[in-house]
C-alpha cells in the first residue's frame, strides 16, 4: 500500500489525475485550514464529495494544485505493503477519498494501511457472499450481454435453505430398500440400536459443525472449507479427498439403486442377462446392474455436463417423491388397521418360496370335478404326474399361505422383535409353522425358496444402514444462499436430523408390527410376485412408493455428480496438492469439466463393484472419516480457547465433540474394519504428501495453535533441568555472513550442519547487519529470505535469525546471549574462519572473532570453527575410502569424539574410517595410553583406529624464533602504520583548525589598525617540518625493530604451533576431515594478533579442519 497523493499543478478548470486508486487508499488534508476559508464566494464545505483534496483558486484562471495518486514507496512508515484485510472486498466504491479533514490528522501517516472505521464499516455493509458453485456457472450461461447481472442478496431462509436440502439428501435409497430387509434380519430391537447409533453420530456431528459454521462466514466448499481452516491445510485437503470419494461412492450407490428399482421392480423384462439356473441368478443380476449402471452413468454425466441449472431445477422434484412417498407409507400403516392390503405369501412347511411362475398356493387343485396338479408340483417334481418323482421335503410339508402384511393390530411385533442372522444361502423360514422330514442342501439350491443372498451379522449392517443418515452437509454447503447462514444452519441441520431420525425410527417399528417376519426378510420381494416390499405396504398403490423412490435415487445420483466435481475442484484450485492442478480448470463458464470426468470414472468402479450392499459400506468409511474430523475440529478449537473462536451457536462443549468424534472411529471399525484401515492409509498418504509437496497455507487453523500449546508445554518441562549427558547433542547456532547484496557467503556452512545435525535438535541460522533497524529493516528481511532459501536448498532444517545491530561486536553478542528460547538454547556456536584477517585493512574482523571465542567460552558454550569451509563436500557429495582424523590433545568433554560419530550418521561421511590420534609428552607410557584409549573407546561404543604420537622435548629451532620474531615486527608495524594513519587525521584537521583561525585574525587586524608584521607557520613550511620529524621518527622505528627480541612465551607458543603441525600434517594430510582441539585466546588482549598467527601456523597445510573447543561439561558417556 505504498501510494500517495501528491500535489501537481493544473491548468484550467479542476479536475483530479488519478493513476491509480486502491481500495485502502486515503487522501492527506491538503490544507491546515479546510473548514473555513472561503473561495471564489463559497465556503470549502460546499465541494461535491469528489472535489474535496482540491484547492478552489479565487482566481478562475489560475494554476489549480490537485492531488495525484502517485504509486511510489511509502516514505513516512516501513515501506512494506500491508497484507489485505481478507473480510473487505474491494471495489469501485473505494475510488472516493476515505480520509479529509483535521480530526484525524494525527493518524494520516498510516492512513494508507490502516483505514478509518467508517471506511471499514462501509465496506462490510456492501459485503456479499456469493456461492461458488452451481448458481455462477448457471448465471455465467445465461449471462450474454455486455454487463453482467446484478448481484442478488441471499434470500433462503432456514426452511427451503438448510432443513428441506438436508432433508432430501438424507432420505434416500437405503429407507425405501433396504431398510425393511434390516428390520426382518436385525429384529426391532437392534434395528433401533444400529438407527441410534447412526443418528447420534449424526446429530453430535451436527452440533460440532454449527460451531464451526457459526464461528465467521463459510464460503462454499462446506465440510471440506470448515475442516481445512480448522485443522489445517493437511487434515483439510485429506478429509476433503475423502469426502470427495464418499460423495462420489455415493453417486454409484444411488445409481445402482435407480437400476435396481427399474430392472427389478419396474420393468424386470429389460434384463439383457437372464439366468437359465437357479444358482445363476446373482451373477445374472450383477451384470445387469454393470451394464444399465454404466449407460445411466454416462447419461447422468453428459447431463450434467450440459447444465447444472436442469438439475437443479428437478430438485424440488425429486424431493416431492421423496415427501410423497413416506406420506404413503404412513397412510399405509394407518389402512392396516382397517382393511390389511392383501399381498399372500407361499409356505412350504416353514419355508417361503418364490412366487414367480405359479398363481395358486396349492399342491393339487380341482379343475371341472377332475383334480390336477399345479404349476408349483411341476417346480418340486420331474413331471405334472401324481406318480412323478418329487422332492422329499416336497411330499412331507403341505403348503400353506400367510398374509404378508397383517397389520398394525395383528401382533406381529412379537415376533420381529429379535434378530434373525444366517449364512449365505440360509433358507428364509418361519419358526412358528411345522416342518417334516429331512432336505438334500445340494438339491435346495435348485428349488425356488427365497435364501439369504449375503451372509448376515450386526456389523454389516451398520456398515449397509449408515449411507441413510448421511447429508447432514447439505446446509452448509449453501451458506452463501441462506439470509442469515449463523442462525439458519444450526436450526435447519439439527431439525433435519431430528425429522429423519423420527422418521426412522417410527419406520422401524412400524414395519415391524404390520409386516411378517419372512417379507421383511425377502429383500427383493420374490414371496409377493416380485413388489418391492415397502411398496406393499403403502397406499393407495405400491407404484406410489416404486416410482417415487426410482426419482429420489435418480436426482440423489445427479446431485452427487454436481456436488463431487465442485468440491474436488475448490480442493484443486486451493493448491494444497499439487498433483491435482489439472482439476482445478474447466469451461469457460467455470464448469469443472476435468473434475467431473475424474468423478465419473471413479463412480464406474462402484457401479462395477454392482452390489449395493458392498458400496454402502464403502461411503460409510469415507463419510465417517470426515464427520470424525468434524468433531475433532471442533473439540481442538474449544479447547485451545483460541481468541477468534467466537460461535454464535452456544449448545456445544468439547466432551459432545470427543463423543461424537469417537461414536465416528467406533462405528468405522464396527462396519468394516479393513475398508476402515484402507480410509485411513488413504487418508495418511494424502496428508504425507501435502506436508512434504503440497502448498504452506496459513489458514490459522487450530492444530498450529495446538502445535504452539505443546511446544509451550515442552518448553517449560525442559527449563525445568538441563539436559543429562545421555541426551546431549549439539544445539547449534551458525554465525553466517552474507554479502552486499545479502546473499549467503558460505553455504557449505549450512551443508556442514545438516550433516552434522541430520535434521535432528535445534539449529539457528544467525547473521548481523551493521546499522540501525528502522534504516535496515527492509534489508534485513532480504537477508532473512535469503537465508531461509539457503537452509532449503541445503535442507537445513531450523530458524533463522537475523539482528540489525549498531556494530558487528555487539551484534554477535547478541546472538550468543539471547538466540533461543526457555530450555531451546543452544549450546554450540559453528563458524567460519576468517580466512583473509591478514589482506584485511580493518583489524576489527579478527578482533571480532576472537571476542567471539571469548564470549562462547565465558557463556560456557562449545565451539566449532570451520577453515577451508568452502572445500567442504555437499549434501550430494559421497565421499569414497578416507578418513576422519580425531586430534585428542586436550580433554574437553568429549565433544571430538562425538562429532565424528555424528557426522558419519551422514550418508555423505558413512564410508569413512575414524582415526583417533592422541599426543604422548616424554615421561608418558605411550603404550599404556594407547591401551586405556582403546578401552575408553570401547565403552562408548566407538569403532576407531587409535594412535598415540609422541613429541620430544626438542630444542627450539631457529626456525620457530625467526617465526616468532617475524610475527612481533608484523605486529609492530601494522601498530605503527595504524599510529600514523590517526596521526595524520589528527595533523590535517589541526591545519585546518589553523588556517581557520589565522584568516580570521588577518581580516580583524586589517580592519582595525595599521599593518604589523608577525612570524607565523605557512602551510609549506609546516608540511617541511612535519615531513623531518616524520622521517626522524621512521628511523628511530626501523632501527628499533631490527633490534627487537622477540617475547620468550611466544616463541615457546609458536614452537608447540610449529611442531604440532608438522605431526599433524605428517600423519593427516590426507584425511577427509581434520577435528583438532582449538586452543584458548590469551587473556591479556594485547596479544590477539599474535594468537591468530598461532592458529594460521597450527593450520598450515591442512585443507578441511574444524576446530572444536568445549563448553565446560561431558557430553560423551560411557553408561546407558
Not at 465440510?223 to 485437503?237: A, H
Not at 416431492?320 to 407361499?346: H, N, Q, R, W
Not at 444366517?422 to 442342501?441: I, T
Not at 454464535?648 to 472411529?665: E, I, N, P, T, V
Amino acid at each position: 500500500m505504498g501510494e500517495r497523493f501528491v500535489v501537481v499543478p493544473v491548468d484550467g478548470g479542476v479536475r483530479v489525475a488519478v493513476e491509480g486508486v486502491h481500495s485502502d487508499a486515503v487522501v492527506s488534508d491538503p490544507a491546515p485550514d479546510t473548514g473555513s476559508s472561503t473561495t471564489g464566494g463559497g465556503t470549502v464545505d460546499d465541494r461535491e464529495a469528489g472535489e474535496d483534496s482540491v484547492f478552489e483558486p479565487q482566481d478562475p484562471d489560475a494554476v489549480v494544485p490537485i492531488l495525484e495518486y502517485n504509486r511510489e514507496p511509502n516514505k513516512y512508515g516501513d515501506g512494506v505493503p500491508k497484507e489485505n484485510s481478507p473480510f473487505i472486498n474491494n471495489t469501485d466504491i473505494d475510488k472516493g477519498n476515505s480520509y479529509d479533514g483535521t480530526n484525524m490528522a494525527l493518524f494520516e501517516e498510516e492512513m494508507d494501511s490502516n483505514p478509518m472505521v467508517s471506511s471499514l464499516l462501509n465496506k462490510l455493509a456492501n459485503y456479499t457472499n456469493l456461492t461458488q458453485g452451481a448458481q455462477e456457472h448457471e448465471e455465467a450461461e445465461e449471462d450474454e450481454g455486455p454487463k453482467k447481472k446484478a448481484v442478488k442478496s441471499p434470500q433462503m431462509g432456514t426452511f427451503m435453505g438448510v432443513y428441506l436440502p438436508c432433508l432430501q439428501n438424507i432420505l434416500g435409497v437405503i429407507l425405501f430398500l433396504r431398510l425393511t430387509w434390516i428390520v426382518g434380519t436385525a429384529g426391532i430391537l437392534e434395528s433401533l440400536a444400529i438407527v441410534a447409533l447412526c443418528c447420534s453420530c449424526t446429530m453430535l456431528t451436527a452440533i460440532s459443525m454449527s460451531a464451526i459454521a457459526t464461528n465467521g462466514v463459510v464460503p462454499a466448499g462446506g465440510s471440506y472449507y470448515m475442516i481445512s481452516r480448522s485443522l489445517g491445510p493437511e487434515f483439510g485437503g485429506a478429509v476433503g479427498l475423502c469426502f470427495y470419494l464418499g460423495t462420489t461412492f455415493a453417486g454409484s450407490m444411488y445409481i445402482l439403486g435407480t437400476i435396481e428399482i427399474l430392472l427389478t421392480y419396474i420393468v424386470p423384462k429389460a434384463a439383457i442377462f437372464v439366468a437359465e439356473k437357479k444358482e445363476d441368478e446373482v451373477d445374472a443380476l450383477l451384470n445387469n446392474m454393470r451394464v444399465y449402471g454404466t449407460c445411466c452413468l454416462a447419461l447422468m454425466s453428459i447431463v450434467v455436463f450440459v447444465g447444472v441449472k436442469y438439475v437443479n431445477k428437478l430438485a424440488l422434484v425429486f424431493l416431492a417423491c421423496v415427501i410423497l412417498s413416506i406420506l404413503a407409507i404412513y397412510a399405509g400403516v394407518i389402512k392396516t388397521i382397517f382393511e390389511p392390503p392383501d399381498f399372500p405369501v407361499c409356505m412350504l412347511g416353514n419355508r417361503t418360496l418364490q412366487n414367480h411362475n405359479f398363481d395358486s398356493c396349492l399342491k393339487m387343485e380341482v379343475i371341472g370335478n377332475m383334480t390336477v396338479t399345479t404349476k408349483l408340483w411341476k417346480l418340486f417334481c420331474d413331471g405334472s404326474e401324481f406318480n412323478a418323482t418329487c422332492n422329499e421335503f416336497f411330499i412331507n410339508n403341505n403348503v400353506t399361505s400367510i398374509q404378508g402384511i397383517p397389520g398394525l393390530t395383528s401382533g406381529v411385533i412379537s415376533e420381529n422383535m429379535w434378530s434373525v442372522y444366517g449364512p449365505l444361502g440360509m433358507m428364509v423360514e418361519n419358526k412358528n409353522l411345522s416342518s417334516f422330514g429331512g432336505s438334500d442342501p445340494a438339491q435346495d439350491i435348485y428349488m425356488p425358496y427365497v435364501v439369504n443372498d449375503i451372509t448376515t451379522f450386526f456389523t454389516l449392517l451398520v456398515g449397509i444402514y449408515f449411507p441413510s443418515v448421511t447429508g447432514i452437509m447439505a446446509g452448509s454447503n449453501r451458506s452463501g444462499d441462506l439470509r442469515d447462514a449463523q442462525k439458519s444452519i444450526p436450526i435447519g441441520t439439527i431439525m433435519a436430523i431430528a425429522t429423519t431420525s423420527f422418521i426412522y425410527v417410527t419406520c422401524v417399528v412400524l414395519f415391524g408390527a404390520c409386516i411378517e417376519g419372512v417379507l421383511l426378510r425377502d429383500k427383493f420381494g420374490d414371496s409377493v410376485k416380485g413388489n418391492l416390499v415397502i411398496g406393499t405396504l403403502s397406499w393407495p398403490s405400491p407404484w406410489v412408493i416404486v416410482i417415487g423412490s426410482f426419482f429420489s435415487c435418480c436426482g440423489a445420483g445427479l446431485q452427487s455428480l454436481t456436488g463431487a466435481p465442485r468440491l474436488l475442484q475448490a480442493i484443486a484450485r486451493d493448491g494444497i496438492v499439487p498433483f491435482l492442478q489439472v482439476f482445478g480448470h474447466g469451461k469457460a463458464n467455470g464448469e469443472p469439466t476435468w473434475a467431473l470426468l475424474l468423478t465419473a470414472g471413479i463412480c464406474e468402479i462402484g457401479i462395477l463393484i454392482a452390489s449395493l450392499d458392498a458400496v454402502a459400506p464403502i461411503l460409510s468409511m469415507f463419510f465417517l472419516m470426515c464427520y470424525l474430523f468434524v468433531n475433532l475440529a471442533c473439540a481442538v478449537q474449544t479447547l485451545l480457547r483460541t481468541p477468534n473462536w467466537r460461535p454464535r451457536f452456544k449448545y456445544y462443549h468439547w466432551a459432545l465433540s470427543f463423543l461424537g468424534m469417537s461414536l465416528c472411529l467406533a462405528l468405522m471399525f464396527i462396519s468394516s474394519w479393513y475398508y476402515a484401515i484402507v480410509a485411513m492409509v488413504i487418508a495418511g498418504c494424502i496428508y504425507k504428501y501435502i506436508e512434504y509437496r503440497g502448498a504452506e497455507k496459513e489458514w490459522g487453523d487450530g492444530i498450529r495453535g495446538l502445535s504452539l500449546n505443546a511446544a509451550r508445554y515442552a518448553l517449560i518441562r525442559l527449563e525445568e533441568a538441563p539436559p543429562h549427558t545421555k541426551n546431549w547433542r549439539p544445539q547449534l547456532l551458525v554465525l553466517l555472513n552474507v554479502d552486499s547484496d545479502q546473499g549467503v557467503k558460505h553455504p557449505r556452512l549450512l551443508s556442514l550442519t545438516t550433516q552434522l545435525k541430520a535434521g535432528k535438535g535445534l539449529t539457528i541460522v544467525g547473521n548481523v547487519l551493521e546499522g540501525t533497524y528502522l534504516t535496515k529493516d527492509a534489508e534485513a528481511k532480504r537477508a532473512e529470505q535469503n537465508i531461509k532459501s539457503a537452509m532449503s536448498t541445503e535442507k537445513t532444517k531450523g530458524f533463522c535469525h537475523v539482528v540489525v545491530s549498531s556494530n558487528l561486536r555487539d551484534g554477535f553478542s547478541h546472538l550468543i546471549q539471547s538466540a533461543g528460547l526457555g530450555g531451546m538454547k543452544h549450546n554450540t556456536v559453528l563458524m567460519g574462519w576468517p580466512g583473509t584477517w591478514r589482506q584485511s585493512n580493518d583489524p576489527q574482523s579478527w578482533k571480532n572473532f576472537i571476542e567471539t571465542v571469548r564470549e562462547t567460552t565465558a557463556a560456557h558454550h562449545a565451539l566449532l570453527v570451520a577453515k577451508n569451509v568452502d572445500s567442504f563436500p555437499t549434501n550430494q557429495d559421497r565421499l569414497g575410502e578416507g578418513t576422519i582424523d580425531v586430534w585428542w590433545v586436550v580433554h574437553d568433554g568429549g565433544m571430538l569424539m562425538l562429532l565424528p560419530f555424528l557426522l558419519r550418521q551422514h550418508k555423505v561421511w558413512r564410508k569413512c574410517k575414524m582415526r583417533i590420534f592422541t599426543v604422548a609428552q616424554m615421561d608418558d607410557n605411550s603404550i599404556q595410553m594407547k591401551k586405556d584409549l582403546q578401552m575408553f573407546l570401547y565403552h562408548l561404543r566407538l569403532d576407531a583406529e587409535v594412535e598415540v604420537v609422541e613429541m620430544h622435548d626438542n630444542d627450539i629451532s631457529a626456525f620457530t624464533y625467526e617465526k616468532t620474531l617475524v610475527m612481533e615486527q608484523r605486529s609492530q608495524m601494522l601498530k605503527q602504520m595504524q599510529l600514523s594513519r590517526t596521526e595524520r587525521e589528527r595533523e590535517a584537521q589541526l591545519i585546518h583548525d589553523r588556517n581557520t583561525a589565522s584568516h580570521a585574525a588577518i581580516n580583524d587586524k586589517a580592519e582595525s589598525g595599521p599593518e604589523q608584521v608577525h612570524m607565523t607557520w605557512t602551510k609549506d613550511k609546516l608540511f617541511t617540518e612535519r615531513n623531518r620529524n616524520r622521517e626522524c621518527n621512521a628511523n628511530v622505528a626501523v632501527r628499533d625493530l631490527f633490534n627487537m627480541k622477540p617475547n620468550q612465551s611466544n616463541v615457546r607458543r609458536m614452537h608447540t604451533a610449529v611442531k604440532l603441525n608438522e605431526v599433524v600434517v605428517n600423519k593427516s594430510q590426507g584425511a577427509h576431515l581434520v577435528l583438532l582441539n582449538m586452543p584458548g585466546p590469551p587473556k591479556n588482549r594485547g596479544g590477539d594478533e599474535n594468537y591468530m598467527e598461532f592458529l594460521e601456523v597450527l593450520l598450515e597445510g591442512l585443507n578441511r579442519v574444524l576446530l572444536v573447543r568445549g563448553g565446560g561439561r561431558e557430553v560423551i558417556t560411557i553408561y546407558s
